[in-house]
């Protein structure tokens, strides 16, 4: 500091914090309570949770691949079997979001080469596109016009009407 500044605006810093005078020769209260507190809950808890994780880590499942098994499909359940038709809808559903992620794949994979080929991507990318066009035909006569309320039997009411359509149609 310059040695014209003013004294009163800026006083200089104390040299030594100032020892704390003592009122009473008791021991703090919440201090006490701290301590108490800590080792009878958070000591403990903490321990356990500790010895908790070093046996999880021991054990530890990797949860991506993760098999499930197959559920038997409609046309496999017995009638008026319910648990059995919860378990083949919610078997289509997960079948459903895996042919989705399928197709969001394919089409990332497309997008990319023709970002990184550019103008001529019809001719390098031929492979990619026609794997993208063959998945969405696929994807679309499977789960297309569906609706909203898609569930596991109208896709099945659906195969089978194609089906049918193909069985009746003239054989050339």
């Given at each position: 500091?310059?040695?014209d500044?003013?004294?009163?605006?800026?006083?200089?810093?104390?040299?030594q914090?100032?020892?704390?005078?003592?009122?009473?020769?008791?021991p703090?209260?919440?201090?006490?309570l701290?301590?108490?507190?800590y080792y009878?809950?958070?000591?403990?808890v903490t321990?356990?949770?500790d010895?908790?994780?070093s046996?999880?880590?021991?054990?530890?499942?990797?949860?991506?691949?993760?098999?499930f098994?197959r559920?038997p499909?409609?046309?496999?359940c017995e009638?008026?079997?319910y648990i059995?038709y919860?378990?083949?809808?919610m078997?289509?559903?997960?079948?459903?979001?895996?042919d989705?992620?399928?197709?969001k794949v394919?089409?990332?994979?497309?997008?990319a080469?023709q970002?990184?080929?550019?103008?001529?991507?019809?001719q390098?990318?031929?492979?990619?596109?026609?794997?993208?066009?063959?998945?969405t035909?696929?994807?679309?006569?499977r789960y297309?016009?569906?609706?909203?309320y898609?569930s596991?039997?109208?896709?099945?009411m659906?195969q089978k009407?194609r089906?049918?359509?193909a069985a009746?149609?003239?054989?050339?």
């Open positions: 500091m310059p040695a500044y003013d004294k009163g605006a800026y006083p200089e810093p104390p040299r914090t100032p020892a704390v005078d003592k009122q009473t020769a008791l703090n209260p919440a201090l006490i701290s301590k108490l507190f009878s809950v958070d000591l403990p321990t356990f949770r010895a908790v994780d046996i999880r880590a021991n054990n530890k499942s990797v949860y991506y691949h993760q098999k098994r559920v499909d409609l046309t496999d009638q008026g079997d059995c919860y378990e083949a809808e078997q289509w559903r997960r079948d459903y979001k895996v989705q992620e399928i197709v394919i089409q990332e994979r497309m997008r080469c970002q990184r080929e550019g103008a001529s991507y019809h390098n990318c031929g492979k990619e596109i026609q794997q993208f066009n063959e998945v035909k696929n994807f679309q006569s297309g016009d569906l609706g909203g898609a596991g039997r109208k896709c099945l659906k009407e089906m049918m359509a009746q149609a003239p054989s050339a």
